[in-house]
């Protein structure tokens, strides 16, 4: 906790280092997948597209088509969605102070999930209705947990933890109630609850765009009241830091993100607690470098897991949540090992 | 010369062409607009190469005599034996860049994991979707489809006036042998879900004039697959049972507690359905009827 003061500068290595990863990553996640298109002709298609300049890619129809409609979009989403669950669970560990949290904690998944099911169950189509379904099921179980946990009197922070694993173990009855008298739902709830990335052309996209850029924004901005709360509540109150209001307004963007994250693509696990430790164990705990730096590697972990996803068993597809879940938990356990969990 | 020789070469491309024309003219028009769950697409050429991700839609390619274009199908088609030989998709998890990699000019399938007929969409790739058939109708209408849209109408035609025609006959054959008696059909020992009258297996069972004792069971969400208890299904007393999930037979579900209370097991009334044929709704229903009618006794 002790951080040394030169430690928590802004260096500009990790930052150039997480950039570069997102890079590499997403032009991987671009070119590669069930349909090989050539590095080469996607990096002048894409160039191609930036103003002033004009190339010929040598792309052909279907390939361009399959580029613009189904691939980037999909890298783009789970550029998103990885920055998303990355910067919220980094949120939600600092605030809570609490290493295992992750996004999901206040009852997020559990309300989406409800939301999500009860949209198969009337027969909603997998685009439309059910991302709207879910966004609305996630806040109202948070909201739940606002209410029950009391975040505005000067409770502690554990009651909000506990209100939101009453409220996600509620949500989730309500759910399996659901899918348990609709069983011909059982197979779409599945494909949802696992994550799913599969998209096509830009909606999904410019739907998480908002919700991104005010969680992104507001964490930005408080990131360094993160750092503040993570000594201990008493000791961010001596030093003027209005413990409470700071907390809900750092939670409430990290959920509204997540809400928005979950809505497009489903339950994905772990993405939210390994990116944030793992980057702890590279450049320490201070916030002012794990906001943005877990928004860059979670995106890149995401495009990463997905691209797995889709080539591991093609031309069948792995469901997301199953790749980074798979890839999370032995890294969990080996973070554990080595005792260096820090929050 | 050469003007000679020119004229001599169009004159003949000029008859063959039109010889073509007329012959595709004959069993089918293309383009055609055809209309499945996937919205109305049109079709510019006869298909050469459909993936059929569906082991029903390929028994009824197949049966229309549109075997010879189909090159893909999902991981359990097995019927007609030719269907061994396809091109095996997972289709419940489906990669839709592998689907488009095989170049299908037309894609069949009962399921959409997520997106995959938008993506067949963008980049230009009929697609006909599917829902399971809740009733005899749904089968007829999606055979014409799957006609018009391979260019096999006339055979498509056939096919429904055929099945019609088998449909009758085994309900002539059984007579009212089958009229007022109570089934329970077993799709999942397990916990039980049940089909009840509003399934396509349910109208068809419901051509031999019996009850389906699932009809009693609440079914709030509409599935038409209602989950019963063991307690029920006794109380209930079924006259007939019949078994379509598979590994299970008479005795087997008279060794269950308390089940060899129920007339349909002390009277041996239990048939053990052909699990593949009794799970699609393509030309085998046939087949299944047919079994069907021999379980409850009174065929000829």
Not at chain 2, 42 to 67: W, Y
Request: glycine fraction near 10%.
């Amino acid at each position: 906790m002790t951080t040394p003061l030169r430690h928590s500068a802004l260096h500009s290595g990790p930052l150039l280092t997480a950039v570069a990863a997102l890079g590499l990553v997403a032009l991987a996640g671009v070119g590669f997948g069930a349909v090989s298109l050539p590095l080469g002709g996607v990096t002048r298609e894409l160039l191609d597209h930036i103003p002033g300049i004009t190339l010929d890619s040598g792309l052909g129809e279907r390939q361009a088509a399959i580029l613009w409609e189904l691939r980037l979009p999909r890298v783009v989403l789970a550029g998103f969605v990885g920055g998303t669950l990355a910067v919220a669970g980094a949120a939600y560990q600092g605030v809570f102070r609490n290493p295992l949290a992750d996004p999901y904690l206040l009852g997020v998944a559990g309300g989406a999930g409800l939301g999500a099911t009860i949209a198969i169950a009337a027969g909603a189509s997998s685009t439309g209705v059910l991302p709207i379904a879910a966004f609305a099921g996630g806040m109202v179980a948070v909201v739940i947990t606002y209410a029950l946990g009391g975040v505005g009197a000067r409770r502690s922070a554990n009651s909000l933890i506990l209100a939101g694993v009453a409220v996600a173990a509620f949500f989730a009855a309500m759910q399996t109630y659901v899918q348990q008298r609709s069983s011909d739902t059982v197979r779409e709830v599945f494909t949802w609850i696992l994550g799913r990335l599969a998209t096509v052309g830009w909606g999904e996209v410019m739907a998480i765009v908002p919700f991104f850029a005010v969680m992104a924004i507001v964490l930005v901005v408080h990131r360094r009241h993160l750092d503040v709360l993570a000594v201990g509540e008493e000791e961010a109150a001596t030093l003027g830091v209005h413990v409470p209001r700071v907390r809900i307004i750092i939670v409430l963007a990290a959920t509204l993100g997540t809400a928005a994250a979950v809505s497009v693509s489903g339950l994905i696990g772990f993405v939210g607690i390994i990116v944030p430790h793992m980057l702890r164990l590279v450049v320490g705990p201070s916030y002012r470098r794990l906001v943005v730096l877990s928004m860059l590697t979670g995106g890149a972990f995401l495009i990463g897991a997905d691209l797995l996803a889709r080539t591991v068993i093609a031309p069948a597809e792995l469901p997301i949540g199953v790749v980074t879940a798979f890839v999370g938990a032995p890294f969990f356990a080996v973070v554990l090992h080595m005792g260096r969990m820090q929050t | 010369m050469i003007a000679v020789i020119a004229l001599a070469l169009t004159a003949c491309s000029g008859a063959a062409a039109t010889t073509a024309t007329t012959t595709v003219a004959a069993e089918a028009a293309f383009p055609v607009a055809v209309s499945s769950d996937a919205g109305v697409i049109t079709i510019d050429e006869q298909p050469a190469r459909i993936a059929a991700l569906s082991a029903t839609h390929v028994e009824m390619l197949f049966a229309i005599g549109a075997g010879d274009a189909v090159f893909a199908s999902d991981l359990y088609s097995d019927y007609p034996p030719e269907a061994d030989f396809l091109t095996k998709i997972d289709s419940f998890n489906l990669n839709v860049e592998a689907v488009i990699d095989l170049d299908p000019d037309l894609v069949v399938l009962t399921f959409d994991p997520g997106e995959v007929v938008a993506a067949l969409e963008a980049v230009g790739i009929p697609t006909l979707l599917f829902a399971t058939a809740t009733s005899i109708e749904d089968s007829y209408e999606q055979i014409a489809t799957l006609g018009a849209a391979s260019g096999h109408v006339a055979e498509a035609g056939r096919l429904v006036a055929e099945i019609q025609e088998g449909l009758k006959e085994v309900v002539d054959d059984l007579g009212d042998a089958g009229s007022g008696l109570r089934y329970y059909y077993e799709t999942d020992p397990f916990s039980f879900y049940t089909p009840n009258s509003s399934t396509f297996i349910g109208k068809l069972l419901g051509l031999l004039g019996m009850e389906n004792i699932a009809d009693a069971a609440p079914d709030e969400f509409a599935s038409g697959f209602p989950q019963l208890t063991a307690e029920f299904i006794i109380d209930a007393d079924p006259d007939v049972i019949f078994l379509a999930a598979g590994g299970e037979d008479l005795a087997t579900v008279a060794a269950r507690d308390g089940w060899d209370t129920m007339t349909a097991v002390k009277e041996g009334r239990v048939t053990v359905l052909d699990v593949d044929v009794a799970s699609r709704w393509g030309p085998r229903v046939i087949d299944l009827l047919r079994a069907a009618a021999e379980g409850i006794g009174g065929l000829e």
